[in-house]
């Protein structure tokens, strides 16, 4: 392979964290913020976002691309938390009543989900996606009117005045960052939430491990080929759907995280952009919709956050206006998922597009070497003959 080709192929490989890296380095400047604080809000903001990241992979592996139907466990994820402040429980037992609450929620909705993206193989992307505004109609409904009016809310200060349904933003002082401050480590004037991050590798290491079960092994290979594992005696649309449960499960818990760290519940549009910034941060670390590794969750997360941290200030040193920062944000956003979505096409078309030309070289190979060998037995023939 000739070196242009080698760079053609490393950057159309590697474009989104290319482009990434330039984009955050040239923002750092202009923003004017220390190197001290940005690595202070990468820390912090690897431990509120990556295990919602992580809870992308499973989906990855089992060849149903990116999960956008997380949204429906972070959904259940705030569900637990609005009983959780309703009934006053505090501290860290106050997360784990709302992952004990949400558990149930998202099992049943991940299952739903699984049904939904078996009917939609192939498409599993953008069911995931519209399946999530569905599930956020029915959500809307139970916390606008279900709560205080058909489930009774014990807490008045959290229902709205008309005597149903919860405020637009609920104050989880009571559980605020109370994973984080377990234990704070700090190294070098950095602030290190261990508990959270331990909880973050102690996935990492579950990870590792299912991959190498019977059922993790099964599902890298109904995400190979499904016909294949069909024939091999795998229940593939069994496991697809333990893989969305799985990772609606994670990401249930990953929105838990999310928010005691943030200290606070916009109740009704919390989860929007959960999947969006989910999916936007595993493609800038170097993933694709069939190859993920738990190395792109912590490289995006980075990278990602990285550029939220400085593009506000340098559009408004640059520009004069902050929401311009706030723009480019979601600007990059979406377009790092239509280039990674792109590039994932063009790769695709290029190898069958490879294969299908190998293949009919073969075959051109195959018939020459015929033809040479039916004139040699010809003219031998020919010549006992004569």
């Known amino acids: 392979m000739s070196a242009q080709k080698k760079f053609v192929k490393f950057f159309s490989q590697y474009a989104v964290v290319i482009i990434f890296v330039m984009i955050t380095v040239a923002a750092i400047p202009p923003s004017g913020l220390s190197i001290k604080y940005i690595l202070q809000e990468i820390i912090t903001r690897l431990g509120r976002n990556s295990f919602l990241v992580l809870a992308l992979l499973l989906p990855i592996y089992a060849g149903m691309g990116l999960n956008f139907g997380m949204t429906l466990g972070a959904m259940a994820g705030q569900v637990g938390l ?228 400085v593009s506000p200030l340098a559009g408004q040193k640059l520009f004069g206006s902050a929401m311009i920062g706030e723009y480019f944000r979601q600007f990059i956003g979406y377009g790092v998922i239509a280039l990674s979505l792109v590039l994932y096409a063009w790769r695709t078309r290029k190898a069958a597009a490879d294969a299908r030309l190998g293949l009919r070289g073969g075959t051109n190979g195959s018939t020459k070497v015929s033809a040479v060998k039916n004139g040699a037995n010809g003219a031998a023939g020919n010549g006992g003959q004569a």
Not at 86 to 105: E, K, Q
Not at 135 to 145: A, D
Not at 187 to 206: D, E, K, N
Request: net charge positive; with cysteine; hydrophobic share 55%.
């Open 82 to 309: 609005i009983f959780a402040v309703n009934f006053g429980i505090s501290n860290w037992h106050g997360l784990l009543f709302a992952l004990l609450v949400g558990l149930p929620i998202s099992v049943f909705l991940g299952w739903i989900c699984g049904l939904v993206m078996n009917r939609a193989k192939g498409r599993e992307m953008v069911t995931g996606y519209i399946l999530a505004f569905f599930i956020n109609g029915i959500y809307q409904f139970f916390v606008m009117y279900m709560l205080g009016s058909v489930i009774p809310m014990g807490n008045r200060a959290i229902v709205l005045s008309r005597g149903y349904g919860i405020r637009n933003t609920l104050n989880l002082e009571s559980v605020r960052q109370s994973l984080d401050n377990i234990l704070v480590l700090r190294v070098g004037g950095y602030a290190v939430p261990v508990v959270t991050f331990i909880i973050i590798a102690l996935l990492c290491i579950f990870i590792v491990w299912f991959k190498k079960t019977k059922l993790g092994q099964d599902m890298r290979a109904v995400g190979q080929d499904m016909v294949v594992a069909e024939a091999a005696g795998i229940p593939v649309e069994k496991t697809r759907i333990i893989a969305i449960i799985i990772s609606t499960v994670l990401a249930c818990a990953g929105q838990i995280i999310f928010l005691q760290n943030m200290g606070n519940l916009a109740t009704y549009n919390a989860h929007d952009q959960t999947g969006f910034f989910a999916v936007a941060a595993i493609l800038v670390g170097g993933a694709s919709v069939t190859h993920a590794s738990i190395a792109n969750v912590f490289i995006g997360v980075t990278l990602l956050h990285s550029m939220f941290v």
